[in-house]
Structures are given as structure tokens and as C-alpha cells.
């Protein structure tokens, strides 16, 4: 098992610029892929992006752009850059591991391991 840790959220205005971390502890993460997701308060937890050790990426549509997901196999972490956050990004966001090597995996259930989640708000 892994412990994550999300860190960086907090208030900006459309437009601005974010950049989340997500520090792991227990075990490396070379063998896991990494995938973050949001979650709005009564909605369910939906996808964001995710990567794989070697560093191949997948994301949904309304960030595709935008954000950009990455790996520090080093430091054991991984980060969600958020650029032209609007407000409809306002979310807790959830760093998600799971021991596998394939890709594409963009269910919650697919996923093992789970940090706290760190709010994201967006408001002029």
C-alpha cells in the first residue's frame, strides 16, 4: 500500500495558474499508474488525468489543454499543472494510484490507493 499526500490547492481566479503535488510514501512508485480525480460536493468522483511510469498521459476533454499531468520517479511524486482554471474547476482534487502498467484506466474502482483530496477553488 502507498500513501498519498495532494498539497497546492486553494483560491485563484479564471485564468490563473495552479499547480497541485501529490507526495508518496510506503512504496515506489515506478510501477504504478498515477491518475488524479476530482470531486464536487453530492456529484460523484470523476476523472482528470492519469500517467504511466514511462510517462505516457490520458485526460478527459474539459481539461485537455489546460492542464498537464507529471511524474518525478526521483522525489516519488507526481503533479497536476493547472493552467486557465475556470471556475467550473472548482473541486477537491485526489491524487489515485494503482499498481499496474497498462493505460487508459479512468475508473475509480480501477484505482487502489487514495490521498485526502486538496480543495481547488475558482471565483472572481
Known amino acids: 500500500q502507498v500513501q498519498l499526500v495532494e498539497s497546492g490547492g486553494g483560491l485563484r481566479q479564471p485564468g490563473d495558474s495552479l499547480r497541485l503535488s501529490c507526495a508518496a510514501s510506503g512504496r515506489t512508485l515506478y510501477h504504478y499508474v498515477m491518475g488524479w480525480f476530482r470531486q464536487a460536493p453530492g456529484k460523484e468522483r470523476e476523472f482528470v488525468a492519469a500517467?504511466?511510469?514511462?510517462?505516457?498521459?490520458w485526460d478527459v476533454d474539459s481539461v485537455r489543454g489546460r492542464f498537464t499531468i507529471s511524474r518525478d520517479n526521483a522525489k516519488n511524486a507526481v503533479y497536476l499543472q493547472m493552467n486557465s482554471l475556470r471556475p467550473e474547476d472548482t473541486d477537491v482534487y485526489y491524487c489515485a494510484a494503482t499498481y499496474n502498467t497498462g493505460t487508459y484506466y479512468m475508473k475509480t474502482s480501477e484505482y487502489t490507493d487514495w490521498g485526502h483530496g486538496t480543495q481547488v477553488s475558482v471565483s472572481s
Open positions: 500517467i504511466t511510469n514511462r510517462g505516457h498521459t
